[in-house]
């Protein structure tokens, strides 16, 4: 069975400072893998995910995460932070069964990111 | 409109009261899930079902149940709420097949349990 760790479970950094979310995985065979986003008094959304090709994907707000497969993480970054970033940052891996669909998610505890001005 | 809407939003009921957290949705998805929100315990699984005549416990079903009324239906219920209930449930969908896992979310139903 997969599992994620997220290393941190806070992060404080400062305005327009960067920051990186680290995200480990286990697993027995080939994963997706994802970052959802959770603002205050708000559902997951997700903020971005690795299928396969590329191992570096992009969001649409500047965040960026790497697979690397050696070392079985999935770290979430951006060079420079806004105070809107401030949120729930989850990151969570699907397993691939043999026929190539995949199993529901399992999440890691997540990570709050705390942007102080 | 949401594509996946949870009713109701935010409750507060008292010990021993039955609890019932409804789940709709638009999406056309035949796997639903129930997934439990605690502060520095990430999310985790009550009960999924992959079809309405298919219902599986997850990590967590212990003092919960599950019912899957069609397949845009999916709701769940607390047969006698207690105080460690308390915590902020989603509901969740995907789409069956070949498919990448990712799971489409609620925005929640927040219950307190006093």
């Known amino acids: 069975a997969q599992s994620v760790t997220q290393l941190d479970s806070q992060v404080p950094v400062f305005e327009e400072a960067p920051v990186e979310l680290r995200c480990n995985y286990s697993?027995?065979?080939?994963?997706?893998l994802f970052w959802y986003v959770q603002y205050p008094n708000q559902g997951l959304q997700l903020l971005l995910k690795?299928?396969?090709?590329?191992?570096l994907v992009e969001s649409i707000n500047g965040f960026e995460a790497e697979f690397n497969k050696s070392q079985t993480s999935f770290h979430l970054r951006k060079p420079s932070v806004h105070i809107s970033d401030t949120a729930e940052y989850f990151c969570a891996v699907s397993e691939i069964y043999s026929g190539g669909g995949a199993d529901g998610l399992t999440f890691g505890k997540g990570t709050h990111l705390i942007i102080q001005p | 409109d949401a594509d996946v809407t949870q009713t109701p939003r935010n409750r507060i009921t008292k010990t021993g009261k039955r609890i019932m957290l409804e789940c709709s949705q638009t999406k056309g998805h035949d796997r639903m899930y129930w997934y439990r929100q605690d502060p520095g315990l990430g999310l985790r699984l009550i009960y999924y079902?992959?079809?309405?005549?298919?219902?599986n416990k997850g990590e967590i079903s212990d003092g919960y149940s599950v019912s899957r009324q069609a397949q845009a239906k999916f709701s769940l219920s607390l047969e006698s709420a207690i105080p460690n209930q308390t915590a902020l449930y989603f509901c969740a969908t995907r789409g069956g097949g070949l498919n990448t896992g990712e799971l489409f979310f609620g925005e929640g139903s927040r219950l307190t349990v006093l």
């Open positions: 079902s992959f079809d309405v005549k298919d219902i």
């Open positions: 690795y299928l396969s090709g590329s191992t």
């Open positions: 697993s027995s065979v080939s994963v997706y």
